[in-house]
């Protein structure tokens, strides 16, 4: 059994349908995952606590703790804070995946997806969460990031930014006055196999610029954005 070695990635299914689970669960651990499953999201949320796992796959749509919700509780949890999480769900519209973001997801999957292309996107998004480990404190006048402990703070206030925000925060301050394009941010914060729109982009930079102030964040017209520092 998967289970019986630790150092395997640990993936939580969390889903109200049971054959969507099974068929998931089965595919992940024909790749070599451990596959834990939980079929609504406080379960979830009791399951992601005992185990730890290093992803959770979320489906929006649930009775009573629906996957929004979910999300939210289990960023709330200091235990969870590197956990990877992205939904899987037959929810496509523009507002249910902003809402996914803005409640702390890495991702955003739409049903039906293929199993391999599934392993992928699972595979993509825990390299890019082992990637960004270890990076250095970066620091303006203003603005501090620790992306270890996850932290920023503007003139010695500390912000609360869900998860994309202080990514793209990130990427924008580990290089102040260099432009970033479009196809960098998505390539380096949503991964080139994710399709996002340049609204996705447009969204996350505006709650940047409602917390941080207009004056740190520039649009480059065509061309993308670059932090002021």
Known sequence: MNAKNTNLPKILLVDDEPDILEFLKYNL????????TATNGKEGVAQALKHLPNLILLDVMMPGMDGIETCQALRDSEKLKDTVIAFLTARSEDYSQIAGF???ADDYISKPIKPKVLVSRIKALLRRKNTQNGQPLQNTADITI??????VTRKGEE???PRKEFQL???L???PGNVF???NILGDIWGHEIVV???TIDVHIRKLREKLGDEYIQTIKGVGYKFMG
Do not use: H, Q, V, W
């Open 102 to 104: 803005d409640a702390g």
């Open 159 to 161: 912000l609360n930014l």
């Open 181 to 183: 394009t479009r196809e």
């Open 146 to 151: 620790d992306p270890e402990r996850f932290i």
């Open 29 to 36: 651990e024909k790749e070599g995952f451990i596959a834990y």
């Open 197 to 199: 729109g340049n609204r």
């Open 173 to 175: 301050m580990s290089k």
């Open 169 to 171: 925060l990130n990427l």
